[in-house]
């Protein structure tokens, strides 16, 4: 039965019994079931949105805050504690006050069990049977508030695909991508597995010493402010060969291994002795111990860094359209027994969700708001920022005479040349100014429009995929057996390992586990930078047996026990939903 089709049953009957009153204030449990949403409201209204993700605060603007104004005659305040600093400071504070927002966009699990148990988010069931956006994911709708006694979130991250269809687009979220044009100029050397990288970097290294910057070239320059449970820079390499984190554990994508991070052959480990190896010909930046991930991004882009773990960094950084032009740029090399880790759609939504606020003085219309956000329209719009996906029709896209979508002039100006001036009737601004502010994804740019039959995002679009070839992306697809993308090629060579999305949430550290696992991760990171850096053999065989002695002596294992159930009771979940609706 449709959660839909349930909550409007329940309405019913308690209309009928006359426990339902017409109600502006807060509590949607006092207000009628709706089936639909007035076409227009004609009193301006702001809201504050409380945005566990935002990177901005304030008012939005620009064209994203026109387009709200037009359709909900609403500005919309964007409360953001990545940018007010301190920690959970002001969530504790608004929660304190027992008003945390309008809006809500939090985490899902532990965080929205305590809103809603705590009363500071609306059960939305009443406004739920006219969203008929949302409907349309409602198997994940239902699942998120199983238990709940009503509709107290949206999940976010919702798809049509298939959960054991990846969910990331044309290049899977990690992999091994070189400076191509340094590769090619070596004759594609062999590489047949990742060990194979350090010689293969160091003549790329000697080829070009020197940046147009006058820099120093490195072929691997490293950050450690991401680094939690171990040092984030040796995780990545772990994830070429099917692996992700959970805790101290690395679990493979199906559930065919589960290794511990510091397990003699593991895989964390081999990550440290490839760093290491690649060190001692001095091959890593010497300033990765103490920089931060912007310091190294600018490196990236003034072209004093040769290997990247994402697309999202060699290639978001330096494949410029001047360089590009050139045939100079980052594409992911062909290491031959690679088997990347790929993230599956999740069947019943991510991690963060969205929410009414319990003192919202108008939660009907922000329901409208949120089911817009969940349209074909809304998808376009709102994912602007995140994930690819296109922007408004008629103003960055549009329809060619063949039906097809195409860049217009303005859209061309914003996602290939890096800006647009955003008309003054439209919002005004530039464009990246003008996205949306939220930083969510209702809906997978990568999921199909059924106007367009293609994905809301551009660069899946054949007319871009044209647009946007250069010398650079010719040479690698004919290297690549004519592969269009870095997914396609993964595809035909069955290199990529697909977790399927489950929408686990591990639970919560108990106390005691808490504590252990805040001393022997500081022991892990420090080692572990320690090891990389070492000056010899010895040195680092030493480092490694001091680390596992240390480690267990802080309570590593039994952490790593606690890690390690959750890991399976992960894979469970994959391998239930896979059965479900795989």
């Not at 990846?166 to 004759?187: H, N, Q």
């Not at 070009?208 to 995780?235: C, H, I, Q, R």
């Not at 217009?408 to 996205?435: C, H, M, N, R």
């Not at 946007?468 to 396609?488: F, N, Q, R």
Request: glycine share 10%.
């Amino acid at each position: 039965m449709k959660l839909k089709r349930k909550v409007a049953l329940t309405a019913v009957a308690l209309v009928a019994a006359g426990l339902l009153t017409s109600c502006t204030g807060g509590d949607a449990q006092q207000q009628e079931s709706i089936s639909s949403f007035p076409d227009k409201w004609d009193e301006e209204i702001t809201i504050d949105v409380f945005d566990g993700l935002a990177n901005y605060m304030g008012i939005q603007e620009g064209w994203f805050a026109d387009i709200v104004k037009k359709k909900f005659n609403m500005k919309l305040n964007i409360i953001a504690p990545n940018v007010a600093g301190g920690g959970d400071t002001l969530y504790n504070t608004r929660v304190s006050a027992g008003d945390l927002g309008d809006m809500i966009i939090t985490e899902k699990g532990e965080k929205l069990d305590e809103l809603v148990q705590g009363g500071l988010v609306m059960d939305s069931a009443p406004f739920y049977p006219a969203m008929s956006n949302v409907e349309e994911f409602d198997t994940a709708v239902e699942h998120l508030n199983d238990g709940k006694d009503g509709v107290f979130a949206f999940p976010t991250s919702v798809s049509s695909l298939k959960p054991t269809q990846p969910s990331e687009g044309l290049d899977p979220t990690f992999g091994p991508y070189v400076r191509w044009d340094l590769y090619k100029a070596l004759g594609y050397p062999e590489l047949n597995t990742l060990e194979d990288l350090v010689p293969v970097l160091k003549d790329m290294q000697d080829l070009e010493p020197t940046a147009p910057n006058g820099g120093k070239v490195y072929a691997l320059s490293l950050f450690k402010d991401w680094d939690g449970n171990m040092m984030v820079t040796a995780k990545q390499p772990t994830t070429f060969y099917g692996y992700d984190e959970l805790g101290f554990v690395l679990a493979k994508a199906d559930g065919s291994d589960y290794q511990g991070i510091l397990d003699d052959d593991g895989e964390y480990m081999r990550t440290l002795k490839f760093y290491h190896e690649a060190n001692k010909l001095g091959l890593v930046d010497p300033e990765s111990t103490t920089q931060n991930y912007d310091t190294m991004w600018s490196k990236v882009q003034n072209g004093q860094v040769l290997f990247s773990w994402w697309p999202w960094l060699g290639q978001a950084a330096y494949n410029t359209d001047v360089n590009t032009a050139a045939g100079k740029g980052f594409e992911l090399a062909p290491v031959k027994d690679i088997n990347i880790f790929s993230y599956g759609a999740e069947a019943y939504g991510g991690k963060p969700v969205i929410a009414i606020g319990s003192k919202a003085e108008d939660p009907e219309r922000i329901a409208a708001f949120i089911d817009w956000l969940y349209s074909a329209e809304g998808t376009y719009a709102n994912n602007s920022q995140t994930m690819g996906a296109a922007g408004p029709q008629g103003m960055t896209w549009e329809l060619d005479d063949a039906g097809q979508p195409v860049l217009t002039e303005l859209g061309k100006q914003a996602f290939i040349s890096g800006e647009a001036q955003v008309p003054a009737e439209l919002g005004g601004g530039t464009y990246t100014d003008g996205a949306s502010a939220l930083n969510v994804t209702a809906v997978l740019p990568v999921d199909i429009d059924e106007e367009t039959g293609l994905p809301f995002s551009y660069k899946a679009w054949p007319s871009y995929q044209e647009l946007v070839k250069t010398p650079l992306s010719e040479d690698w697809s004919a290297k690549m057996g004519g592969a269009a993308t870095t997914m396609e090629y993964l595809e035909t060579n069955d290199q990529l390992l697909v977790a399927p999305g489950a929408s686990y949430a591990a639970p919560a550290d108990p106390s005691e586990i808490e504590t252990l696992r805040n001393q022997v991760k500081a022991i892990v990171i420090q080692y572990s930078w320690q090891m990389a850096f070492a000056a010899s053999d010895d040195e680092f065989e030493s480092l490694k047996a001091q680390l596992q002695e240390q480690a267990a002596g802080l309570g590593y294992d039994k952490v790593l026990e606690f890690d390690m159930e959750n890991a399976e009771s992960q894979n469970k979940q994959r391998e239930a939903v896979a059965a479900d609706a795989g």
